[in-house]
């Protein structure tokens, strides 16, 4: 008989380079043992997916990359268990999945990744806390709850506002991942061009 325990934990939105991402990668290894560890770091661009076993194989390659990406997955397996980190959803968030025969193993793994989210988070991580979808569909139904209780005391200008505030929650949600990225890895921070290097340059100092 074999038992199994999992653990899924939220992380708040970050953003870190390579070098930061390896250190993680090389904290979270070091929690497997002398056990053989197959691992890889998946990166999902809009018409390209590659697959990398680790970061070094990804700094060979920055040619054929952006210069951050938002979408990503990195595995490991071994010995029986299992860890998964995730980000890239539109409506969830950056999260890490733990399998092993060991609770108190689930929970070292799930700290380490929760602490680095915590040491890179971005200004806007409380934002994407904000259930969307949920938000929206109280909104939506939010006029069958007042509107027989308020109907003679509702002004115009108050259905101006619900329906502004339904339409801002729908383009945030649908823009969210771009504009408040779940979890952003950073491949060349300088980028090609002068005015690529002004944004990330900026960027780096006012966020980082």
Same mark, same amino acid.
């Given at each position: ?63 054929? !990359? @952006? ?5 990503? =997955? %990195?595995?490991?397996?071994? +010995?029986?268990?299992?860890?998964? $980190?995730?980000? &890239? ?57 007042? !509107? @027989? ?5 509702? =002004? %115009?200008?108050?259905?101006? +506002?619900?329906?502004?505030?339904? $339409?801002?929650? &729908? ?38």
């Amino acid at each position: 008989m074999r038992r199994s325990t999992e653990r899924v934990e939220k992380l708040l939105s970050f953003r870190c380079d390579l070098d930061q991402i390896e250190t993680l990668i090389n904290q979270i290894r070091g929690q497997f043992g002398d056990v053989k560890i197959y691992s890889s770091i998946d990166i999902d661009l809009k018409r390209e997916k590659y697959d990398f076993e680790d970061v070094s194989e990804i700094k060979s390659n920055l040619e054929k !990359l @952006p210069t951050q990406v938002t979408t990503f =997955s %990195i595995h490991f397996r071994g +010995g029986g268990r299992t860890c998964y $980190i995730r980000a &890239g959803g539109i409506f969830s968030p950056a999260q890490i999945s733990v399998n092993s025969d060991s609770e108190a193993w689930n929970a070292g793994i799930t700290e380490i990744c929760k602490d680095f989210s915590l040491r890179h988070r971005r200004w806007y991580y409380l934002i994407n806390k904000v259930p969307l979808f949920w938000t929206g569909f109280f909104m939506l139904y939010l006029p069958i709850i007042i !509107l @027989p209780i308020f109907i003679k005391k509702i =002004s %115009i200008y108050v259905a101006y +506002g619900w329906v502004l505030a339904l $339409i801002s929650i &729908g383009m945030l949600a649908l823009a969210r991942k771009y504009v408040f990225p779940v979890a952003t890895i950073i491949f060349n921070l300088f980028g090609d061009s002068m005015c690529q290097k002004y944004l990330y340059l900026s960027q780096y100092y006012l966020y980082y």
